[in-house]
DNA sequence: AGTGAACGTATGTAGACAGCATGTC
DNA sequence: CTACATACGTTCACT
């Protein structure tokens, strides 16, 4: 089918600008199989097709029918990255007048100016959190689509995107609904839960050959197989030398951070008699570019010295910046090879040649060595291959003998993926669904609690009876809480409840109930004094995820615990409020403006760590004095001083500093030390600019900023 | 004394969403 | 039901 055909369909024909002005011509046959199922007509379709073979252009058929005719698309995303490259591309619609908005934690837009627009596109999580402060524009969602349903299977966010798209579909029972998933074995069953037609394919637009490597030759069963050029005694190395060789890319995959930055240190040097003068200039000049950012800790330092040499290392523990600068440099191929943790798999697309899946194995504290579900190593393998530009992509696990190659065949490359399942009868996720499905007045009963239920994923799969007990228990420990007001006497299907003042602000401040009662309890106990109780109260909180306890952390934190017995008295000494009390200390160091990389070597974590440590931390900070203000409690002053500290990991003479645009935690310290401590400290500095060259990382650029911010204020 | 291969042992382990008010080095 | 890769320390052969 072409694309000029849609319009029999009900295309606008300014959809069919829109395709040809990316050059698409012609519809791959899972798209048309879409257009088949009635995407054009409204129907619901759940599309479980693997990654790159076009799912986003069905969900935009539905979204520009809609759209045309004056609908609004709400589009949900599992990833904030994901949801600015959507954003990206859905700001083509502009041309023809329709606005588009993203709406993710941390670029937050007004209700009012996200009611303007036509599409909004959004992580589950944002989602979730507007349905709760009663945005009133999510009732008049007339398409929602649902990239990577498949996530509900996951046991901490699974659970959140079923109750949204229940709640959505309840609040529109008109919308049409298009979700989006990997190929999985019971996409019938979301297809049910849904009321929506299915489409599923293994069809890609570029062919994916799939095998694992053993002794030098890569088998690939429905492909014959391959001799590996290895003039390496590495395995993953032989096998990037080779696709680079051949004038192609590589991913290799790691189980944890350190194999990720181990499996690029071996790789580093192979490369270098493949890589052109040019490129060798171009890469140092990126290189700098990294040790501008981040210079300090020791990673930041070896990242720059590989990706000097064509290689780099990717994980969750580097700074945002970093992560974002890697991904751009592999896609304009700068970059020959990435080691990567899972991360690279589930997020945004950057395809290689070859994808070399290193470890199939990760770490499970309850288990040891664990092999990874076949879904996580197909997304994995989908990542081989880049449309137009590579003839073909090759995916491999690496067996070690030839029993294990056979297995391996057996399980990821010939065998199936495991079915998903609803998470929803966890206690934590429910305490805080049923908590926000009461407050935001969902359900105002028992009775309606369970018909909200009997909609989610959940109840397709088991009977909504067997989560009744869950469901009592919980609305048990919200009651007692405080959080809910039930009528009448105990817990029965007739009885009807309503959220309380605070149960309502726990919600909306999208916090874990439990959590909240922690933070309640110790805010109502007597005198917190020291800084160190404020953070270890946020850090004894279920959304704070608390620090590894190493061997050598225990003489640390153990010697810290002996001066402060006041804080010693809150735990048992195992190691779960020991690494409680870890964690605090790594905040109060941030606020004590201790560097980088002392901070990294103290607690053995990535400098991205620190941050995401520290944002959440201010998240749960300003919740506390949240709470603080609605239980009168005496903390709220201290506790929105050390919220402001946290943010940039400050002491409170800069606060004032820091307020300013391009000025934060070390420019600060700079500015301090050369006695400019206030805003009108640094008008002298503005008027003098002779003064300027004292202050280090201070130039003429940020002076002009600063100028042009304090000029504006005054 | 210095170097370094070869072997033994201790160690640590993936990811990333949310509020609020505006902008890191 | 199910533990790996790696960094670091020690030993010992050889210059």
Known sequence: MMVDDLLDFGLPEEGLEIFGDRGIEELYPPQVDGVRSGVLDGRNLVLAVPTASGKTLVSELGILKSVFSGGRTLYIVPLKALAYEKFELFKEYERYGFNVGVATGDYDRSADYLSDMDVVVTTSEKADSMLRLGTDWIGDVDVVVCD???????????????????????????????????????????????????????????????????????DFPFDGGKEVCSDEDDVATSLVRDAVLEGGQALVFTSSRRNSRGAAGRIVGSLDDLLSPMEEDRLMELSNDILDVDGVTEEGERLARYVRRGVAFHHAGLRNTHLRRIEKLFSSGDLKAICSTPTLAWGINLPARRVVVRDYKRYDPNYGMKPIPVLDVKQMFGRAGRPGMDPYGEAVLIAKNEVERDQLIDRYVVGDTENITSKLASEPALRSHVLSTIASGFAGSYSELMDFIDRTFFAVQNRPEDIQLLVKRVLGFLESEGFIEVDGFGLGSG??????????????????????????????????????EFLHMVCETPDMDTLYMRKSDYSRVESFLKENPRLKERGEMDDWFLSEVKTSLLLKDWIDEEDDGDICDWYGVSSGDIRRKASTAEWLLHSAAELSKMSMSLYINRLRNLQRRMQYGVKKELSDLVSISGIGRVRARELYKNGYRTKSDLHELIDNQSLVREVDGVGAKTIEKIKRELGGNE
């Open 495 to 532: 009885s009807g409840f309503d959220a309380t003042a605070i149960g309502k602000r726990v919600s909306e401040l999208y916090i874990d109930p439990l959590s909240a009662s922690r933070i309640l309890e110790r805010l109502s106990g007597r005198g917190m004094e020291s800084d160190i």
């Open 148 to 218: 990577e349903v498949h996530l509900v299977d996951s046991d901490r966010r699974g659970p959140t995107l079923e109750v949204t798209l229940a709640k959505l579909m309840m609040m529109n029972p008109g919308a049409q609904v298009i979700a989006l998933s990997a190929t999985i074995s019971n996409a019938r069953e979301i297809a049910n839960w849904l009321d929506a037609g299915l489409v599923k394919s293994d069809w890609r637009p570029i062919e994916l050959k799939e095998g694992v490597v053993f002794d030098d030759f890569i």
